[in-house]
């Protein structure tokens, strides 16, 4: 049934990568098939549509209908214009809104909405170095950064809070390229060095069902799971042991010819990567986040805390890296 579906994977970023984006840019599928990235956004947007208008009416006295709703859709700060336009467009192909009632709809920047959030819930305090007093955070005066780690992007800002609740841009939004899915492509390479590179792009492509669950499921959670010294494990789907045998190997022999003392197989169907393979993993990510929040605390003085928030700040290796590497670098915290 999977080989009769269109699956098409982190197309977000083509919003990004792409230097002549247009409403002609195509997004690729895993199988090759393409199309406009704007409609596979559509498609998305309609989705999420559906799912919001059920939820709010499941707590609503009548059925809520998609005019009554001011649509909010957050997007990477590092976007520019023309894909901002392009995600606008793909609202209003999903039927969010329409051109004659633009003001339905409000495109935000992630850092500065996740600031909002923060703000409106008073967190200032992480598993990382909890703030003993939080009801100093957001007092007028305070300066604070906060670094967006998605899966794709990093989106960085720096803030003042001032009087009357209000909050004040010290530097305008920055970032890069540097989210959590190019952890994955890092293991997707490793992958390929122990199995091949044939071998692998073909599991790719005729098991895609199994390859997502390996990637966004069960790597996913050895990724975000994953503590500074110690190893993680990540059990293969039955489907592809089926599938090396198939191809005249074996997962065990694969990673004894791989030959690393940091690569093994664990009770017949699951791979060990040991320590200093998982720090290779997200070496030179990391490296580049620290790198560009550290030029920015050099740059604007007086920042008293660092928040990371997004799906990517979950990850315990980078919060323990991001801490020893910024540590001392604010005036707090």
């Known amino acids: 049934e999977q080989k009769s579906w269109i699956y098409f994977s982190r197309f977000k970023m083509n919003l990004h990568h792409t230097a002549d984006l247009s409403r002609q840019t195509m997004a690729v599928a895993a199988n090759g098939a393409e199309l406009p990235v704007k409609t596979v956004f559509a498609f998305a947007l309609a989705h999420f549509k559906k799912a919001a208008i059920s939820q709010i009416s499941s707590y609503s006295s009548h059925d809520v209908d998609s005019a009554e709703v001011k649509w909010v859709i957050t ?3 590092i976007w520019n214009d023309g894909a901002k336009q392009i995600m606008r467009e793909a609202a209003y192909e ?7 009632q633009p003001d339905r709809l409000v495109i935000a920047l992630e850092p500065e909405a996740a600031a909002l959030y923060c703000k409106s819930i008073n967190l200032m305090s992480t598993d990382i170095h909890p703030a003993e007093n939080t009801s100093l955070a957001y007092q007028s005066g305070t ?3 906060l670094a967006d780690l998605g899966g794709g992007t990093v989106d960085v800002t720096v803030h003042e809070v001032e009087r009357d609740d209000l909050i004040r841009e010290l530097h305008h939004a920055t970032g890069g390229a540097w989210g959590g899915t190019y952890v994955d492509e890092k293991f997707a390479e490793l992958l390929e060095s ?3 590179k044939d071998s692998m792009q073909k599991f790719r492509s005729e098991y895609r069902g199994d390859w997502v669950d ?3 499921i069960r790597f996913e959670g050895a990724k975000r799971y994953a503590e500074f010294g110690e190893n993680i494990y990540i059990e293969l789907p039955p489907s ?3 599938f090396m045998k198939d191809e005249g190997k074996s997962v065990n022999d694969c990673i004894n010819r791989f030959n690393s003392t940091d690569i093994k197989c664990r009770r017949g169907r699951s791979l060990a990567i040991c320590y200093p393979e998982v720090e290779k993993l997200f070496e030179s990510i990391l ?3 620290s790198d560009h929040l550290k030029s920015l605390l050099e740059k604007i003085s007086g920042i008293q805390f660092v928040v990371l928030v997004g799906g990517f700040a979950t990850s315990k290796l980078l919060q323990l890296y991001m801490k020893k ?3 001392g670098r604010s005036e707090e915290r």
């Open 75 to 77: 997007v990477p700060a």
């Open 94 to 100: 999903a039927g969010l809104t329409s051109l004659l």
């Open 143 to 145: 300066r604070y950064l």
């Open 194 to 196: 122990i199995f091949g």
């Open 214 to 216: 390996l990637i966004s």
């Open 240 to 242: 592809f042991h089926d």
């Open 287 to 289: 490296k580049s986040i």
């Open 325 to 327: 590497a910024l540590e």
